[in-house]
């Protein structure tokens, strides 16, 4: 799977090890940045995953500040994402299985390594519900016209 990932000056880290595991288990990642831990602004990082996410150029998007918060709702701003903060990975199998999450977004300073790690795992491993979901995901698309 093509995945772009990028994070703010809090997520550093843990960008750098989860973009590490994602190619072990053999995805193509495309790192947007930041190159070092000197603060940056978590917009601008999120613009770039949520960009690419939007024009195909990724299946997936990972974001990681040090809530997560703030990334998914920069993300969110671009049309056609559908960025969730996650804490555990049952939140990640149910923001893909019942919203069809494009984009996910995780904590660098809350959350330990291990943790996302399983997020990622169940992120990228549930598929889309669709069923009575399909229904409201189009209402949320519905509300990017407006």
């Known amino acids: 799977m093509n995945i772009s990932i990028a994070s703010d000056h809090a997520g550093f880290e843990q960008k750098q090890e989860l973009a590490a595991y994602l190619r072990e288990l053999g995805h193509q990642v495309a790192?947007?940045?930041?190159?070092t831990d000197d603060r940056v602004d978590y917009p601008d990082f999120a613009a770039l995953v949520a960009r690419d996410v939007a024009a195909g150029?990724?299946?997936?998007?990972?974001?990681v500040c040090g809530t997560g918060i703030g990334?998914?709702?920069a993300a969110n701003k671009v049309r056609g994402?559908?960025?969730?903060?996650?804490?555990t990975p049952e939140f990640a199998a149910l923001a893909r299985e019942?919203?069809?999450a494009n984009v996910v977004a995780l904590s660098g300073r809350f959350v330990d390594?291990?943790?996302?790690?399983?997020i990622l795992d169940a992120f990228l491993s549930?598929?889309?519900g669709g069923g009575r979901h399909a229904g409201r995901v189009q209402k949320i698309?519905?509300?990017e016209e407006d």
């Open 126 to 128: 549930t598929d889309f």
């Open 31 to 35: 790192d947007l940045g930041p190159e």
């Open 113 to 118: 390594g291990e943790t996302n790690r399983r």
């Open 71 to 73: 990334m998914a709702v």
């Open 57 to 63: 150029a990724a299946e997936r998007g990972v974001l």
């Open 98 to 100: 019942h919203n069809d």
């Open 81 to 87: 994402i559908r960025a969730a903060n996650v804490t």
């Open 141 to 143: 698309a519905e509300l």
